[in-house]
Each structure stands twice: as C-alpha cells, then as structure tokens.
C-alpha cells in the first residue's frame, strides 16, 4: 500500500515539474519583436481624438472617372431633337421648368429639346446622378461660399457637373484639365500654375476661384449668362460668330443652330442636370449621405519634401483619400521650394496629429531621405582622402539577362545608371537588344584598402622629424642605414601618408647615422590625456582631427580615458 501511495506521489510530482518546465520553455520561446523605426515615431505620437478615415467605398466612389466619361457622351450624343419614352407628363414637366425660371437668372423655357434631354438623362442615367448627388454634398458648399462671393449664379454650380462629373482628375481628349476643365493658356491666365510636380487647375479651391474670375468676365461681355455657359464652352469667339450669323439674335436658343455641335447640347443638359437635382426625389432619385465635406478639412503648410506614401505610413491615411483631398500633386509628392509654399489638405482631426507630431514627422522624412542611394563621383582628390582613412574604390560588375519586354531605358533605371553607359559597356550602338542577352552594368564602391597594401604603405613610409642627409653612392656600395626612431611615431606617420608613401620612388640611400630623437611628446605626436580631459576636447585641440580618427589611431573601442594615458593625435593633411 505504502509503495502504491509513493508510486502515485512520484508521479504527480513529475507532472507538476514537467508543467514548470513547458511553462519556462514558453516563456524563454516568447519571440522579442523588433520595433521599426517608423513604429517607434508613431508610438510616441500625441493623439487627441479618435482617428477617423473616409470609408473606402466612398473613397471608390469620389475618385471615379466613368462619371466623366459618360458625362462627356451624353453632351456628344443625345440629340435633343429625338422624341424619348419614359413618363413624364409634359404638363408637369413645364410647371416644374416655370418655377425654376422664377427663382433663377437663367432663361429657363420649355422647348421640346429640353424635354427630351431631361427624359434621356432620366431614363438612363438614374444610378450616375445618385452617385453624383453623393459626391456634390462634398463640394457643392465651397461651390457656393464662393460664387457667391463674385455674385455668380448660385446655380452654376451644376457646370462643374457637366464639364468633370466633379472629377478633380478630370482630363478631356484636348488637354482642359480639373473640376472646371480649364485649358493650359486659360489656367495661365488666371495664375493657374501647371509644372512637373504641381497641377493647380485641379486644385478645388483655386480652380474654383478661377472659374468664378472668369464667368464674370464672360458675362461682363454678353450680359446673358445663357450666352455665358455656351462661351465657356465653345470659347467667346464661336459664340460672337453665332450672333453674326444669326442676324444679331442674343437668345441661346435662336442662335443655337449656329453653334458648334457639341455647344448645342451644352446648354440643355446644363438644364437638365439642374432640374434633375432640384426635383430627383420626386423620381426617386437619392444619393447615399457624404461622410465628410470640404469644410471638414483643412490644410497645413509642410517644410519637407514629402510623398503621400510617407504621410499614409505615419498618419494611417489611406493613399487614395491623400490623392482625393490633394489632387494638385501631379506625382503624389509634396515638393518644397523656400518661397513658394505648398499644403498638405487632411481631415481636421489628422490636421491635429499632424501638428501635435511635426518634429518627429520631419525627423522620419529625413531618415528616409538618408536611405535613398546618391551617386558617387570619384576625382583624385577624393581618392587621396579615401586612402588616408584606409578606403579606396572598386569597380563592381553585375550582369542582367535581357527579359522580353526589357528596353535600355527600364534597365538603366532600375540599375541607377545612364542609357549611354550601358550603351558604351556592352557596344551597343543602337536601341536594339534582344531576349537572353547579357549586359555589363558597372557601379563605382568604396571599400577597405587591403591589409597588404596597408603594410607596404607603412613600411615605406618615410619617417618625419629626422634630420637626416641622404648620400647616393655607386650601385654595388649603396645599403640602407635605418634610422633610430620610436616604432610608435612611425606607424603613426604611415598610417598618415599611407597614399604618398605608395607614390614614393624606391631608391636606396644611405643616411648618415643620427642621434635618437628626443622623446619630447609633441616631436612623437603623442598626446598625455590629462584629468578632464574627454576624446572631444583633445580632438579640438588639434586641427583636423576628430573623435573617429583618436579611436581609430589608438584601437578605443567606446570613448572612456584615463588621465596619464598617452594617445596617438597624428593630424590629416
């Protein structure tokens, strides 16, 4: 029985120390998780409020171009002298057009024309004009806030409709680019700047002002602001020549025939867009609520050179909300210049983290812009300076076997060289390559001198602060009579002119027998560290020298030092 009890008693205690055991096992398996440095910037950053983004599907939705594109083929292609099936009485359809024309400036009459457009759009285009609505409640009050501000009809805000489908992205086959599709001289004009990084005419708010400068100015000269929509269509030139034609008829619709093609449907769907957004709800028309507007952004002006990939990485920004709010940027890069400001445009609340956490933003730009590769250009000045710290050059050869596809560009590109040098390495004299040929791509390295040419360098070395007096003898008397000196003074003076020494002619000589130098400190070179003394302060004391070089000279491993101890302080020249 006794041994039973123990049996037993063994056994659980064996359990229990082999559960201890598999308990420590996993707590020693537990992985440490490196943190990256762009963690380690975010978790120190101060947030305020919860971080919100535009939900993706919305995002979808705003950065569409089909609207665009259907948009552009209804003004091409509805012909409004085509009779339309849906329901709609005509009765009831000249009712709505009448109150319309009473509460805006615009010559708003029934005409056949008209009816069939605003039945066409109705028709087919139910799902385009939800999806629309949607997208105007996130402009549409900035539309306003400044046509108002110019006195321009509230209701043209239905013209960037029509002309982008509220595509800030917006191009057209001829160039007029953004919300309100202005052509490069017209941008100009209006201070629109247009480079390689910036794209102004899509810019919301500047296009915006843009566009109400010269609605103005247009309706300045013909005083009809139907006249001033089919102008800023076909320009004012065309629509002059239509007066003229017309026998001096000022109405949209008397001159109408006489207008380019495209600009006699221009007006009409410019109508019809209208009557469809006061009176979608009453043909079941309705758009989804917006999550955010214009007003709840704001902009802040960076002091960097930043990439929306980098703003996305530390402010968890999705990328395409960054090209939604900042569609200026042509190549999603933020430039700076010193005198030309440039905005980042973020949701308040991003605003907020932003601000908060500037400092360490900038410091992980500047981290980044570190990683990036710079070319090396290498004179004999360079290589000079590289030899005295033991660095010189190296040529290193890759080879790439040419892809279907592959053209000289993409290859120099992705191997950070010139299409001539790639040219010139593998004589190649045209463009032509071919599938499974191999290149030369040659890059310039620095390297660690070789430890033998070090040794020679310092063996060769000729030694200072000896007077001595060369004497050329015949051939078969010439010997070399070495110099006394202190082993420290000369491998710190080869060290120091590694490069001149293997430059030095090898020619024997004989040297007249001198006394031992004195050993006075600063004939060796030598430095005694004295109490206070720290690597900083003596590298201060002696031009030229840095902490780097003391280290190196003396084989410090950290930067800690005793008083009496003595340190090489060779100087670079």
């Known amino acids: 029985m006794s041994k039973r009890t123990l049996s037993l008693l063994l056994a659980a205690f064996s359990i229990g120390a082999f559960a201890q055991e598999s308990a420590e096992a996993d707590v020693q398996l537990k992985p440490v998780t490196k943190m990256s440095f762009l963690d380690s910037i975010k978790s120190g950053f101060v947030r305020h409020d919860e971080l919100r983004c535009i939900d993706s599907l919305w995002m979808k939705e705003l950065t569409n171009t089909d609207l665009f594109d259907d948009m552009q083929d209804d003004i091409e292609m509805v012909n409004p002298d085509e009779d339309v099936a849906f329901e709609l009485p005509t009765e009831l359809l000249q009712q709505r057009l009448k109150e319309l024309d009473a509460k805006s400036p615009f010559n708003i009459e029934y005409s056949k024309g008209l009816e069939n457009i605003i039945k066409s759009y109705l028709k087919n285009r139910p799902k385009s004009f939800s999806r629309l609505m949607a997208i105007s409640q996130y402009y549409f009050p900035m539309f306003e806030e400044h046509l108002a501000k110019y006195d321009v009809p ?226 004999e000045q360079d290589k000079e300076a590289l030899a005295s710290i033991g660095k010189t050059t190296k040529v290193s050869t890759k080879y790439h076997t040419v892809r279907r596809g592959d053209v000289l560009g993409t290859i120099a590109n992705k191997y950070g060289v010139s299409v001539s040098d790639l040219k010139k390495w593998n004589r190649v004299k045209g463009n032509t390559i071919y599938a499974g040929q191999k290149l030369k791509i040659h890059k310039t390295i620095i390297v660690n001198l070789p430890k033998e040419e070090t040794a020679v360098a310092a063996k060769t070395a000729k030694p200072k602060k000896v007077e001595a007096k060369p004497e050329v003898k015949k051939a078969e008397e010439t010997e070399v009579a070495a110099t006394e000196v202190d082993e420290e003074v000369m491998a710190a003076d080869a060290e120091e002119k590694v490069e001149e020494a293997l430059k030095a002619p090898v020619t024997k000589v004989a040297v007249k027998e001198t006394k031992k130098p004195k050993t006075a400190y600063e004939e060796a070179r030598l430095y005694i560290v004295q109490k206070g003394d720290s690597l900083f302060s003596i590298a201060k004391k002696h031009p030229g020298v840095t902490v780097e070089n003391l280290k190196d000279w003396n084989k410090l491993s950290g930067e800690h030092i005793k008083p009496g101890m003595k340190l090489k302080v060779s100087s670079i020249n």
């Open 154 to 379: 509230i209701e043209i805000k239905y013209l960037a409709v029509i002309e982008s489908a509220l595509n800030p992205r917006a191009k057209s086959r001829v160039g007029a680019t953004g919300l309100w599709q202005f052509m490069y001289p017209t941008g100009k004009q209006y201070n629109l700047e247009v480079n390689s990084y910036v794209d102004e005419r899509c810019d919301p708010l500047k296009a915006t002002e843009a566009a109400c400068q010269y609605l103005s100015s247009l309706y300045n000269i013909f005083g009809d602001w139907d006249l001033v929509l089919a102008s800023y269509n076909a320009g004012p030139g065309n629509v002059t020549k239509a007066i003229r034609r017309s026998n001096g008829q000022k109405n949209y619709w008397n001159i109408r025939k006489n207008l380019p093609r495209e600009t006699q449907g221009y007006v009409p769907a410019f109508l019809a867009t209208m009557y469809i957004y006061e009176y979608g709800k009453e043909h079941g028309i309705t758009s989804n609520e917006a999550p955010v507007t214009y007003f709840e952004t704001d902009t802040i002006m960076v002091k960097r050179k930043m990439t929306f990939k980098q703003v996305a990485d530390l402010l968890d920004v999705p990328v395409e909300e960054l090209e939604f709010l900042n569609p200026i940027y042509k190549l999603d890069v933020i430039p700076y210049v010193a005198d030309e400001p440039h905005y980042l445009r973020l949701p308040k609340d991003k605003i907020g983290l932003f601000t908060s956490n500037e400092k360490a933003i900038y410091a992980y730009v500047d981290y980044e812009d570190l990683k990036r590769e710079r070319p090396y250009f290498i004179d």
